[in-house]
């Protein structure tokens, strides 16, 4: 009897690589539209005793489409949540699909207390990409993503 099946959580998506396609700008339209959609977030990421912070770390949020969802996995290894070097995501980067999907990407800037925040979004789901340091030490940044689904009303989540 092999190893039982692990069901994702709800709202979750497989790390299933989807197949190959080129980038397909209409999979991303719906993220343009306006909407009555907030995030709120902060992070609180640790890793060998030491606190991270985004403190002037640009923060991304990327609209999920068949297309993201595959870089995201190369690039990460998952497609709901990571945490990696920054050094294996740049060179993981080669190998992730190309494609000129910049315009459908919401930016902010992290806060010296590790908050971010985006208004105005359409319902759907997105990665949120940021990039953390370490706090007052020395180490290694590490690149963090998250996969939320939002719909109408706020929504807070803590990164990692």
Known sequence: MG?????????????????????????????????????????????????????????????????????????YGAANSAALPVAIVRARSASAPPGDYARFVRRTTCDAEGRFGFDGLPDGAWYVVTVARPLNATGEPMALTRRVELRSGVRAITLP
């Not at 990421?45 to 068949?66: F, H, K, N, S």
């Open 3 to 75: 190893p039982a099946a692990v069901t994702p959580p709800p709202g979750a998506v497989q790390d299933t690589l989807p197949e190959a396609a080129p980038f397909d700008p209409a999979a991303f339209a719906w993220s343009t539209a306006p909407g009555r959609a907030s995030l709120t977030g902060v992070l609180a990421y640790r890793r060998e005793g030491l606190q991270y912070t985004c403190r002037g770390e640009d923060v991304l949020l990327i609209p999920d489409a068949p297309w993201s969802r595959r870089r995201m996995i190369i690039l």
